[in-house]
Nanobody, 115 residues
Framework: QVQLVESGGGLVQPGGSLRLSCVAS????????MSWYRQAPGKERELVAT????????NYADSVKGRFTISRDNAKNTVYLQMNSLKIEDTAVYYC????????WGQGTQVTVSS
């Protein structure tokens, strides 16, 4: 069955960095567009970044452009989100999502940016 498992979240000070990972199983990662979303308390889930199936194209929310980088290693069945210059407003649960006819989501990983 399709599984997506995120990791790498944690507590970081403003200006710090984190790298999130999403390990995929149950399907061929290289066949799918993958995305990272986030949901802050009391807010709707929002798209953070998307990467095409072979990693040629990426797209970012305006709020993270220049600070976050999405990448993938299809051989390792893993999608990454490198987050630099973190701000307090980046605090959220971050989710990995597989696109396609059906959406599949991971369980999420908490990122807290606080001094």
């Amino acid at each position: 069955q399709v599984q997506l498992v995120e990791s790498g979240g944690g507590l970081v000070q403003p200006g710090g960095s984190l790298r999130l990972s999403c390990v995929a199983s149950g399907f061929i990662l290289g066949s799918y567009v993958m995305s990272w979303y986030r949901q802050a308390p009391g807010k709707e889930r929002e798209l953070v970044a998307t990467i095409t199936s072979i990693g040629v194209g990426t797209n970012y929310a305006d709020s993270v452009k220049g600070r976050f980088t999405i990448s993938r290693d299809n051989a390792k069945n893993t999608v990454y989100l490198q987050m630099n210059s973190l701000k307090i407003e980046d605090t959220a649960v971050y989710y990995c999502k597989r696109g396609g006819l059906l959406d599949y989501w991971g369980q999420g990983t908490q990122v807290t940016v606080s001094s």
